[in-house]
């Protein structure tokens, strides 16, 4: 199955900076979908984007998707400690429910 | 409801032991889903089922045995496990729409398993 493949992977910005990470695959897909995970517990989706797509929003979320490219963006924006987290990336390539994720960011907000 | 509830939070088993990890949710939500997942790694496919059916393991050695009893529940059966097992075990749940439809995933918080 095919993985999204973050860059960076790690990532450490002070409080009220923007945080961007990357995403790249490798197959064609169906929607990207970004999560986070805090200290090793359980993931949280954050949001999807389908592959007829190419923005969108949900808070100070922004992600983007260049399905030429095979890649995705996910910005936050105006960082704040609680979103110390690690960040993924999955995709779903042929609908049949076999989410794939990518190798993760660990973002560190510093106050 | 809008959670996925996994029990235990945290379970030491020894390698001759038999032990269960549980997953429920009340969604609605007809695709559940096991993943594992090892220290700084992303999680990993384990198994789905669709409908209470089995639609896909991805090669899971027989010592981790699934089985959804109902459309809410879904148990993972460990019997004979090695240490290298020993990882956060995520249970997710979605719409049975490819990919989880507009909304994705539903994590549960996770069974620490140690296997000693």
């Known amino acids: 199955s095919q993985q999204g493949e973050e860059d960076p992977q790690a990532l450490s910005i002070q409080e009220g900076e923007n945080a961007t990470m990357n995403c790249s695959y490798k197959?064609?897909?169906?929607?990207l979908q970004w999560y986070r995970q805090n200290s090793g517990r359980g993931l949280v989706h954050l949001i999807l984007?389908?592959?007829?797509?190419r923005e969108k929003h949900s808070g100070r979320l922004r992600v983007t998707l260049d399905t030429s490219k095979k890649s995705s963006s996910l910005l936050i924006t105006a960082s704040r400690a609680a979103d110390t987290a690690s960040y993924f990336c999955?995709?779903?390539?042929?609908?049949?429910?076999?989410?794939?994720f990518g190798k993760g960011n660990q973002v560190v907000v510093i106050p | 409801d809008t959670e996925v509830t996994q029990t235990p939070k945290h379970l030491v088993m020894g390698m001759t032991n038999k032990k269960s990890l549980k997953c429920e949710q009340h969604?609605?939500?007809?695709?559940m889903y096991w993943y594992k997942q090892k220290a700084k790694k992303p999680p990993e496919l384990m198994f789905v089922?669709?409908?209470?059916?089995?639609?896909i393991n991805e090669s899971v050695p027989s010592r981790f045995s699934p089985e959804c009893p109902n459309s809410s529940l879904l148990n993972l059966h460990l019997h004979a496990l090695q240490p290298e097992d020993s990882a956060l075990y995520l249970c997710?749940?979605?719409?049975?729409?490819?990919?989880?439809?507009?909304?994705?995933?539903?994590f549960g918080s996770g069974t620490r398993l140690t296997v000693v």
């Open positions: 969604m609605g939500h007809r695709a």
């Open positions: 984007i389908r592959s007829n797509e």
């Open positions: 197959t064609s897909i169906n929607n």
């Open positions: 997710a749940s979605s719409p049975v729409t490819g990919g989880g439809g507009s909304t994705g995933y539903t």
């Open positions: 999955a995709t779903d390539a042929g609908g049949n429910n076999r989410l794939a």
């Open positions: 089922y669709s409908y209470e059916k089995l639609s």
